[in-house]
């Protein structure tokens, strides 16, 4: 019987190792996932569009009528509006159709707090993902906007239906909605990336947004224009962000000036920018949590 020494064996297993291992070996550790965290989440970017994917599956997944719900649900809410504010409670329009102001204010609202809701979510929806694999976290909220986006360009049939039938025709401004749909998916998102931290902590939260987002739609310009506010109130309800993007929302689609407050756009942009920043930094800072948290 032939004894062998742990120092003979040592060199032979590590020899072995060395040849079974890949070529490049990534190792995980808290310092990489800092220094490296935007080449990862670019890296993982068939993650994103695989999970953005699922959710555009899943949202209309055996539904009689499809896709069609993205134009009727606004419908239905113009239509209640239209009777309500229009015609029982006869807001002045200032001479545009009052069908089209409701619909200039509900679409990027819409948009506003579905893709607050839906990224405020997010981590909670994919928990079983984030304690189980190690990826950039940021893209289950990014990835989960994706459908808010795709639902919102879908109900530009409404749009060009209606003002082909009150005759209003586009005018060059209308070329800058993509901005404002961006500028209106920048405000929540930061919200909603706040939210989303929040919510592995406090699920209470979970049901407030959508209570804040039903008052809102009363102290946003939705079924009535800013114009008719006087000048003194303008300038403090323009310190609400949605009201500069629904303001800019309805100046590309209906090319009048005199219905808008300018400044509040500004405020829009400004608010946009801080949101996100704070957004992704209170994020990033919660992200090693969230898997403790659920």
Known sequence: MVLVSNQAVRPLRESRSKTALPKKLIIISPERR???????????????????????????KQTIIGIAWTVLRPLASILVYTFVFGILAQLPSEGVPYTLVVLTGLLPWQLFSLVMIVSSDSLLANSHLVQKVYFPRLIIPLSSIVVCV??????????????????????????????VTLLAVACAFGIGLIAAALNTRFRDLRQLIPIILQVGVFICPVAYLTSLLSPKWQMVYALNPMVGIIDAFRWCILGRTDIIYPPSILVSIVFAGVSLYYGIKIFRAMEESFSDMM
Do not use: C, T
């Open 34 to 60: 800092d220094e490296n965290y935007w080449s990862d989440l670019w890296r993982e970017r068939e993650m994103f569009y695989f999970l953005a994917w699922r959710d555009l599956l899943v949202r209309y």
């Open 150 to 179: 795709v639902d919102h360009l879908v109900s530009f049939i409404l749009v060009f239906g209606l003002m082909l039938w009150f005759g209003v025709w586009p005018k060059p401004q209308f070329l800058l909605l993509p901005f």
